[in-house]
Nanobody, 116 residues
Framework: QVQLVESGGGLVQAGGSLRLSCAVS?????????MGWYRQAPGKQRELVASGTNGGITNYADSVKGRFTISRDTAKNTVYLQMNNLKREDTAVYYCNAPTGRANYWGQGTQVTVSS
């Protein structure tokens, strides 16, 4: 059973930084080619923020390009989302995602709130 546990969210002022972590258990992330971060703001649909492959190919939403970076630490079996120069519109619940052939796994989410 694959489990994803996010952490690192919180309240930050605009212009600040946060690093989200997604600790994966039940399977090595080396065997999960694509992993991603999504977010959902109140009243809005869940949207893809960033994704990354084992080969280092990354993809970012236009709204976060140049500010967010997705990365992996295979030794810690953890995926990160470094978020810099945060804006109020980045406020949302952030979810880690691991799509596999068996199932599409999600974490429980971590709240990020950016104040002005």
């Amino acid at each position: 059973q694959v489990q994803l546990v996010e952490s690192g969210g919180g309240l930050v002022q605009a212009g600040g930084s946060l690093r989200l972590s997604c600790a994966v258990s039940g399977r090595s992330i080396i065997t999960i080619n694509v992993m991603g971060w999504y977010r959902q703001a109140p009243g809005k649909q869940r949207e893809l923020v960033a994704s990354g492959t084992n080969g280092g190919i990354t993809n970012y939403a236009d709204s976060v390009k140049g500010r967010f970076t997705i990365s992996r630490d295979t030794a810690k079996n953890t995926v990160y989302l470094q978020m810099n120069n945060l804006k109020r519109e980045d406020t949302a619940v952030y979810y880690c995602n691991a799509p596999t052939g068996r199932a599409n796994y999600w974490g429980q989410g971590t709240q990020v709130t950016v104040s002005s």
